[in-house]
């Protein structure tokens, strides 16, 4: 069985083209999710000056000692601020411990949605909290340029889902009209004295993504893989201009597991003792925190019981989060756990 990321051209949905193109997409777009659950996404509107603004910022923040770095350490609870090297295991939020039972390696600055972006609605702080500037270069007019493309790629994916899953065009928007909406800036790149030869050294462990979509920026370095359906990890790297898409728990959660939230994780190569730097954004589209998310009745067989329970955003993404930032095993992802003891290697 051969495994590839399907590209999907979304410029008919940016662009409001004509319906037959569009509807085009919806089928691409469809069955994508349901065979792999990771897009190349092309024509999506965001130009090169922004995506390379946002890796000059990354540049310019990591580069900083780390000292200066831990200066923008938050709390565990408030997914906001600098997470240094090995403080955060990805597998955590499956209740999976880690392969080489160490933390995972790269470093993040997270940056999100706060209230004040919301002002008409009454929201609790955790999900919204404010976000903390580094004051390296232009690190926060370049990084919230990009933030505001990646939330239109985000939004206009969930067009194109609502149209997929005809669940009529409001149906996302009432569910993510104030959205947790998160970046995850990653670097991979522990200095060479820091690698033990020969170690298992994983740069982000094994995981789903907790929200609905992901869009996420990434060098063309070797590193993510992605766990295909014939259980065997695949390198992918986004193709020439390309955003890669994936699908989170919250689409797996609507669709009774037909749309696939797929386990991925980082392993940078390691080459003579070195890791080849390389560097991601993650924007994640988590819906909103007092959604609550319910498996469509679409998605059910007559006589059979839905595989998830109702769940509210807030809920699910809080049991995850401590997983990964606060190292307590998220027991509730019962069914990704299991995927992830199905494999090896
Ligand atoms: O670094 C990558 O390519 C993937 C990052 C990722 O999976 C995440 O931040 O959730
Ligand atoms: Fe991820």
Known sequence: MTFTVPTVDISAWVQEGPAAAQAEVVAQLDAACRTVGFIQIVG??????????????????????????????????????????????????????????????????????????????????????????????????????????????????????????????????????????????????????????????????????????????????????????????HNVQPADGALLVNLGDIAARLTNDVWMSTLHRVKPPVVEGRIKRRRSAAFFHDCNADAVISVLPQFVRDGEEPLYEPVTVQEHIEAKLRGSRAGLKNTGARREAARVQAVSG
């Not at 470093?107 to 929201?123: I, K, M, Q, R, S």
Request: glycine letters at 8%; proline letters at 6%.
């Open 44 to 233: 999506h509107g965001v130009p090169a000056s922004i995506r390379a603004g946002l890796a000059s910022a990354m540049d310019d923040f990591f580069a900083l000692p780390l000292a200066a770095k831990k200066q923008y350490v938050r709390p565990a609870w408030e997914n906001r601020g600098y997470s240094p090297p090995k403080s955060e295991a990805l597998s955590y939020s499956l209740g999976v411990d880690p392969i080489t039972r160490m933390n995972d390696f790269f470093e993040a600055f997270n940056v999100g949605a706060t209230l004040a972006d919301y002002p008409h609605v009454e929201l609790a702080e955790s999900q919204y909290a404010a976000n903390t500037w580094p004051s390296a270069g232009a690190f926060e007019n370049l990084v919230s340029v990009y933030f505001e493309d990646a939330r239109r790629v985000a939004e206009t994916l969930t067009r194109i889902f609502a149209a997929a899953l005809q669940v009529g065009p409001g149906y996302f928007d009432a569910i993510t009209d104030h959205s947790i909406n998160v970046l995850r800036m990653n670097n991979y790149a522990l200095p060479p004295g820091e690698i033990e030869l020969g170690a298992d050294l994983t740069g982000m462990g094994e995981h789903t993504d907790f929200g609905l979509v992901t869009v996420l920026w990434a060098d063309q370095v070797e590193g993510l893989q992605v766990l295909g359906a014939d259980q065997v990890w």
